[in-house]
């Protein structure tokens, strides 16, 4: 039987150019979709899929990520004294288990590769989650976010484990692009993996698209590998090396994936998430109307 996973990695120590100038001085993955902070959906949907520990490997300017995670003793004292249970329920609802999160820093961002190669001491010898919280995820028909389904895929496989989604054409030349093997409906065998090719030499339209699950052997491998695509340390070069040894099976995710690390994907993400809210939706639909009327 695979060993379970327990623990996920969260690389924020990126600088989030994309999305300057919101992220001068607010990390990206503090804006915010609808009411809570993107990290605040990555961590939630972490612990759906069964994490029990949460490592953030973060940088500079990004010490209000710690303290997002942290207890906040004076509001809550003052919601408590003003009667506000409701929303004292939730910030402590979403507060994590007194020892179950780790922060390391990356000094410097030299790449996805490197971000994960930093929380190494704290992962150890077991395999572990990695979710880039710039992506988040809403339910399919399936009602479950994309990690939980790869840890389905990982426990029907074992070995190492990529979401996957599908990507136009056009653009297949920016993301790190998968070449499928054997089909299995819902997973499939994973037989390549390219960083960025060049245009028109994809190996298929399914992209890596920010969930993994990965062997501990990930680390060795991390520390040789040389700066890739963009100057930086790829995770992709890496798990191409681990695939000649290790298996690797993609998951089709039955949901949507947002890319809140551009402006069009935050914006997106915020009208989707506020239509999946059964408590905003319905006042947000009239508003969104009027808006949209006017198109
Ligand atoms: P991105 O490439 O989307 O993040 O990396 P970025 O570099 O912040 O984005 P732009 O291109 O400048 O707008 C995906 C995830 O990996 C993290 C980022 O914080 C993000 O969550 N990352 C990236 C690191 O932690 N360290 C790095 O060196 C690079």
Redo the contacts with the bound molecule.
């Keep these: 039987m695979s060993k379970p996973i327990r623990k996920a990695v ?11 100038p919101a ?1 001068k001085t607010v ?3 503090m804006l915010t979709v609808v009411d809570r902070p993107v990290l605040q959906h990555a961590v939630e949907e972490a612990r759906e899929a069964g994490i029990e520990h949460f490592i953030f ?3 500079r300017n990004k010490a209000v990520i710690e303290d997002h995670f942290d207890m906040a003793y004076e509001l809550e004292d003052t919601l408590k004294r003003r009667g506000k249970e409701k929303e004292l329920a939730e910030l402590l609802a979403d507060l994590p288990k007194a020892g179950a999160t780790s922060f390391t820093r ?1 000094q ?5 590769g ?3 190669w ?1 929380a190494r001491d704290i992962v150890g010898n077991e395999p572990f989650a990695v979710v ?4 988040i995820t809403l339910p399919g028909k399936g009602g479950k976010r994309c990690l939980a389904q790869c840890v389905e895929a990982y426990e029907k496989h074992g070995g190492n484990i990529i979401a996957a989604e599908t990507a136009p054409k056009d653009q297949l030349h920016q993301y790190g692009v998968l070449a499928p093997g054997k089909d299995y409906g819902a997973t499939f065998e994973i037989t390549g993996m390219v960083e960025k090719p060049p245009k028109g030499t994809a190996p298929s339209d399914q992209i890596i698209s ?1 969930r993994y699950i990965l062997e501990a052997s990930i680390f060795k491998i991390l520390e040789k590998v040389e700066k890739g695509a ?1 100057g ?2 790829q995770l992709t070069d890496g798990m191409i090396k681990l695939s000649q040894k290790r298996p690797f099976h993609g998951v089709r995710f039955d949901g949507k994936t947002y ?1 809140t ?2 402006k069009l994907g935050f914006l997106a993400a915020n009208v989707a998430f506020a239509l999946s809210r059964p408590d905003i939706a319905p006042g947000f639909k009239a508003d969104l109307k009027k808006i949209v009327g006017k198109l």
């Design positions: 969260f690389p924020v120590a990126g600088l989030g150019t994309r999305v300057l992220t990390p990206k993955e490997v973060t940088g990356q410097a961002p030299l790449g996805l490197h971000a994960v930093c880039l919280p710039d992506m920010g963009g930086e340390i890319d690390g551009s």
